[in-house]
């Protein structure tokens, strides 16, 4: 089944502890990206990879770290969070053939304390 | 980019034709329009895609004005289960970013 993973889905911390959300998609998709969602300000995007290594910001990137080493994986890092991180968090993927349809996981509830 | 106006709600009966328009007047000549829902903070599911021509699949269909400055995504028998925030969103071709603005929440009833 064609589909995008997020782990973990839920994660509780704490301020300066760093952590990662993995992402992988088993489509071969050449393109992946990291949305963050808020009330009130929607889905913004994180950051985004054409492909491997290759990774570019998006319209909110403080605070986050991204890589590219495998075509399936593209993991978020938060190097030291703090609450104002405290987000759901989507990672898509898209080939650019087919339409560009593109793909989201499941989400991920991050909480800062 | 284009900018979307959508109808923050609407309501639908259940069983009958759920037809959500979007203003997207500001569109150029390379960019689709695209339609999203997101069922309850679940990640949001894509639906259609068109430049010009109406488009039809399993899901929905979509009609867009000759001049493209508008498009209305039609469910034809809503179920409960169409409940969820639909969003409309030009993109170029070849542009990954998907830029979602609030959308329309439809609320399908009994």
């Known amino acids: 089944e064609a589909q995008v993973t997020q782990n973990p889905r839920y994660l509780i911390t704490v301020t300066g502890k760093k952590l990662t959300v993995t992402c992988s998609q088993n489509?071969?998709?050449?393109?992946m990206s990291w949305y963050r969602q808020d009330p009130g300000l929607g889905l913004r995007q994180i950051y985004y990879?054409?492909?491997?290594?290759?990774?570019d910001k998006g319209d909110v990137p403080e605070g986050y770290k991204v890589s590219r080493k495998e075509k399936r994986n593209f993991p978020l890092i938060l190097e030291s969070p703090s609450p104002n991180q405290t987000s759901l968090y989507f990672c898509a993927s898209s080939s650019w053939l087919l339409g560009e349809t593109q793909y989201f996981g499941p989400g991920t509830r991050l909480l800062v304390l | 980019d284009a900018k979307t106006t959508q109808p923050p709600s609407m309501d639908c009966a259940e069983g009958r034709a759920a037809n959500l328009p979007c203003n997207h007047s500001?569109?150029?000549?390379?960019?689709?329009v695209y339609w999203y829902r997101q069922i309850h903070s679940q990640g949001p599911q894509y639906i259609i895609h068109?430049?010009?021509n109406n488009e039809t699949n399993e899901m929905a269909s979509l009609i867009i004005t000759e001049d493209r400055k508008s498009s209305t995504l039609i469910l034809p028998h809503a179920t409960l289960r169409d409940t969820a925030v639909y969003y409309c969103i030009p993109r170029g071709a070849r542009t990954g970013k998907l830029i979602f603005g609030q959308g329309t929440t439809l609320q399908v009833k009994p």
């Open positions: 500001t569109i150029s000549g390379n960019e689709y």
């Open positions: 990879s054409m492909n491997v290594e290759v990774t």
């Open positions: 068109g430049l010009k």
């Open positions: 489509m071969n998709h050449e393109y």
